[in-house]
């Protein structure tokens, strides 16, 4: 099993900066794409921005410019560096990891999909 492990939410002024963490453990074999998504009250989860093994990024375009994403492969950690927040970017942020997971037995080893989702940590923004 793999888990997702988010921190660095909290409540922040407009205009304000946070940096969102998430470190992933457990049986891993390899992550090739972390990202963040996050869901407002009474709407549907959205993307904010991916980042791939070879740091390839993606970013929704409502948080371009003012949100980084970054990762450390080698402790298997997503980070997303937030600035100029708008009380719009309220929302519970969650961390999401896709990749290859393994399983191991007493005559067995293989490998299986990774799609992991953390259990989301609360940004509030206010005006």
């Known amino acids: 099993q793999v888990q997702l492990v988010e921190s660095g939410g909290g409540l922040v002024q407009a205009g304000g900066s946070l940096r969102l963490s998430c470190a992933a453990s457990?049986?891993?074999?390899?992550?090739?794409?972390m990202g963040w998504f996050r869901q407002a009250p009474g709407k549907q989860r959205e993307l904010v921005a991916s980042?791939?093994?070879?740091?390839?990024?993606n970013y929704a375009d409502s948080v371009k410019g003012r949100c980084t994403i970054s990762r450390d492969s080698a402790k298997h950690t997503v980070y997303l560096q937030m600035n100029s927040l708008k009380p719009e970017d309220t929302a519970v942020y969650y961390c999401?990891?896709?990749?290859?997971?393994?399983?191991?037995?007493?005559?067995?080893?293989?490998?299986?999909?990774?799609?992991?989702w953390g259990q989301g940590t609360l940004v509030t923004v206010s005006s």
């Open positions: 999401h990891a896709e990749g290859e997971t393994y399983y191991s037995g007493s005559r067995t080893f293989g490998l299986k999909p990774l799609d992991a």
């Open positions: 980042i791939t093994n070879v740091d390839n990024t």
């Open positions: 457990g049986s891993i074999f390899s992550i090739d794409t």
